[in-house]
């Protein structure tokens, strides 16, 4: 069955850095757009990036030229590289994907910005 698993969370100082990880398995990994999305306490769940089969991005307005998102498509793992962090960007961070019109969601990874 399909499964996403996040990883990489925690807390980190405003201006740090974290990077996530989502490990896929049941499913085509490499013919798949996957995406991550965030939840921030009290507000609703947002895109933050998207990643083609063909490596093609897409990035929220928030997020763009801090964050990277980038698939390891041997290891069927995506990556969300996320720089110059602010307490804005504290939330749950999920990975999503669409398989055969089915959504799948990861439980996701905490991130808190605070100093």
């Known amino acids: 069955q399909v499964q996403l698993a996040e990883s990489g969370g925690g807390l980190v100082q405003p201006g740090g850095s974290l990077r996530l990880s989502c490990a896929a398995s049941?499913?085509?990994?490499?013919?798949?757009?996957m995406q991550w999305y965030r939840q921030a306490p009290g507000k609703g769940r947002e895109i933050v990036a998207s990643?083609?089969?063909?490596?093609?991005?897409y990035y929220g307005d928030s997020v763009r030229g801090r964050f990277a998102i980038s698939r390891d498509n041997a290891k069927d793992i995506l990556y969300l590289q996320m720089n110059k962090l602010t307490p804005e960007d504290t939330a749950v961070y999920y990975c999503?994907?669409?398989?055969?019109?089915?959504?799948?969601w990861g439980r996701g990874t905490e991130v808190t910005v605070s100093s």
């Open positions: 999503y994907a669409m398989v055969m019109f089915q959504e799948f």
């Open positions: 049941g499913f085509n990994f490499r013919s798949v757009v």
């Open positions: 990643i083609s089969p063909g490596a093609a991005t």
